[in-house]
């Protein structure tokens, strides 16, 4: 049964930084698309970051410059390095895999993702 749980977040001030870990069991990120998603109250899920199973990413424009998202294959673990935190980044913040071990098109699809976590709250103060 596959499992992911994400970790790392936290309430921080603008200008602040956070990583987020998204550890997997019962699947191999090393094979596979993921991504991380993020949902603000009452408003839809969007895309935030993904990696391809080749080590190709795409960011929203929202967060380009400002986060870095990574995997360390041997921890099994999917990372979310946020930077320079604003406001508009508060949000749930999720990690999922793509369907199959694939990247849909548009990256940024949610709902061709499966296998999602819990999630883990971001909270930016201004």
């Known amino acids: 049964q596959v499992q992911m749980v994400e970790s790392g977040g936290g309430s921080v001030q603008a200008g602040g930084s956070l990583r987020l870990s998204c550890a997997a069991s019962?699947?191999?990120?090393?094979?596979?698309?993921m991504g991380w998603f993020r949902q603000a109250p009452g408003k839809e899920r969007e895309g935030v970051a993904r990696i391809d199973s080749d080590g190709s990413t795409n960011y929203d424009d929202s967060v380009k410059g400002r986060f870095t998202i990574s995997q360390d294959n041997a921890k099994n673990t999917l990372y979310l390095q946020m930077n320079s935190l604003k406001p508009e980044d508060t949000a749930m913040y999720y990690c999922?895999?793509?369907?199959?071990?694939?990247?849909?098109?548009?990256?940024?699809?949610?709902?061709?993702?499966?296998?999602w976590g819990q999630g883990t709250q971001v909270t930016v103060s201004s």
């Open positions: 999922a895999a793509g369907r199959g071990g694939y990247c849909p098109k548009p990256w940024w699809a949610w709902w061709a993702y499966n296998n």
């Open positions: 019962g699947y191999t990120y090393s094979s596979s698309c």
